[in-house]
């Protein structure tokens, strides 16, 4: 049995699901939001949102007036996304804890499957893709995001720059990312072409996060994914704030106003059944 990885687990995701709510919904609703049009989902499609974390498609789905099964297999993001969808009073969604490598539902059940951003930590990434397409009636679409250049990625890139910088002795993990194993449009096409996904297309998309409040930002960011919980865990509160006014530092360097400005690129990849 292979050894997960701290973002592999169901426990470390329950425990900071209003962390990552509050530190990445800015960034995947966008990528959501771009998913939802490229789908072009009708009111009353049916659509399966596969490592749907607190809901940024779901939601966006249900409101437009799609049929949604909302899943995720840390049952902490599952009770968090049931609390927004009682708030908002939306009949048309549900939210279920899952495993996307093994989705308790029907063969050919669903009109479009999606993941935002979620897939990309599964262990295996091509019985999670294989799923995407099992569900789906003839014809159906799939939607899957994952980031593009995970050298570029400043969202994590300069998290190691401010570290180098506040705290030259500390080594930070050797290993690559669970989620840099898919990235780009040339790995995201192929996966969905071996799956079995006709019509293939990968396209790049822009997003952006002001951060209006950096100690805020920050006091989300380090605990909104098991990695960063573990790293930050590590370095303890005070060099952690010394890395955080290093991180916004380096942001506000690059940005083209007085707010930091995170700008990230994801990769889009769309198919049929």
């Given at each position: 049995?292979?050894?997960?990885?701290?973002?592999?687990?169901?426990?470390?995701?329950?425990?900071?699901a209003?962390a990552?709510?509050?530190?990445?919904?800015g960034?995947?609703?966008?990528?959501?939001?771009?998913?939802?049009?490229?789908?072009?989902?009708?009111?009353?499609?049916?659509?399966?949102?596969?490592?749907?974390?607190?809901?940024?498609?779901?939601l966006?789905?249900?409101r437009?007036g799609?049929?949604?099964?909302?899943?995720d297999?840390?049952?902490?993001?599952?009770?968090?996304?049931?609390e927004?969808?009682?708030?908002?009073?939306?009949?048309?969604?549900?939210?279920?804890?899952?495993?996307?490598?093994?989705?308790?539902?029907?063969?050919?059940?669903?009109?479009a499957?999606?993941?935002?951003?979620?897939?990309?930590?599964?262990?295996?990434?091509?019985k999670?893709?294989?799923?995407?397409?099992?569900?789906?009636?003839?014809?159906?679409?799939v939607?899957?995001v994952?980031?593009?250049?995970?050298?570029?990625?400043?969202?994590m890139?300069?998290?190691?720059?401010?570290?180098?910088?506040?705290?030259p002795?500390?080594?930070?993990?050797?290993?690559?990312?669970?989620?840099?194993?898919?990235?780009?449009?040339?790995?995201?096409?192929?996966?969905?072409?071996?799956?079995?996904?006709?019509q293939?297309?990968?396209?790049?998309?822009?997003?952006?996060?002001?951060?209006e409040s950096?100690?805020?930002?920050?006091?989300?960011?380090?605990?909104?994914?098991?990695?960063?919980a573990?790293?930050f865990?590590?370095?303890?509160?005070?060099?952690?704030?010394a890395?955080?006014?290093?991180?916004?530092?380096?942001?506000?360097?690059?940005?083209?106003?007085?707010?930091?400005?995170?700008?990230?690129?994801?990769?889009?990849?769309?198919?049929?059944?």
């Amino acid at each position: 049995m292979s050894i997960l990885s701290t973002d592999q687990v169901s426990e470390n995701w329950s425990v900071i699901a209003s962390a990552y709510e509050e530190a990445f919904e800015g960034l995947s609703s966008q990528f959501a939001a771009e998913v939802l049009k490229l789908l072009n989902l009708k009111p009353g499609e049916r659509v399966i949102d596969v490592a749907a974390g607190t809901g940024a498609f779901s939601l966006l789905a249900a409101r437009a007036g799609a049929q949604v099964l909302a899943t995720d297999f840390a049952p902490g993001m599952v009770a968090r996304l049931r609390e927004r969808i009682a708030a908002e009073r939306l009949s048309c969604i549900s939210a279920e804890e899952m495993d996307g490598q093994a989705l308790a539902v029907a063969d050919g059940s669903f009109d479009a499957s999606v993941s935002i951003l979620g897939l990309i930590f599964f262990p295996d990434i091509a019985k999670g893709i294989s799923e995407l397409r099992r569900v789906l009636r003839p014809a159906g679409r799939v939607g899957i995001v994952c980031w593009n250049k995970p050298e570029e990625l400043d969202l994590m890139t300069l998290i190691v720059r401010s570290i180098k910088k506040i705290v030259p002795e500390f080594q930070p993990p050797a290993a690559p990312p669970t989620w840099a194993r898919l990235h780009g449009a040339d790995l995201l096409s192929n996966q969905l072409r071996k799956a079995g996904f006709q019509q293939v297309e990968v396209i790049t998309v822009n997003g952006t996060l002001r951060i209006e409040s950096p100690q805020t930002f920050w006091s989300s960011f380090t605990s909104s994914a098991p990695p960063l919980a573990y790293l930050f865990n590590q370095l303890g509160p005070e060099r952690t704030a010394a890395v955080g006014r290093e991180y916004m530092a380096l942001l506000q360097a690059q940005s083209s106003d007085a707010v930091p400005t995170l700008r990230v690129e994801a990769c889009i990849g769309i198919g049929t059944a």
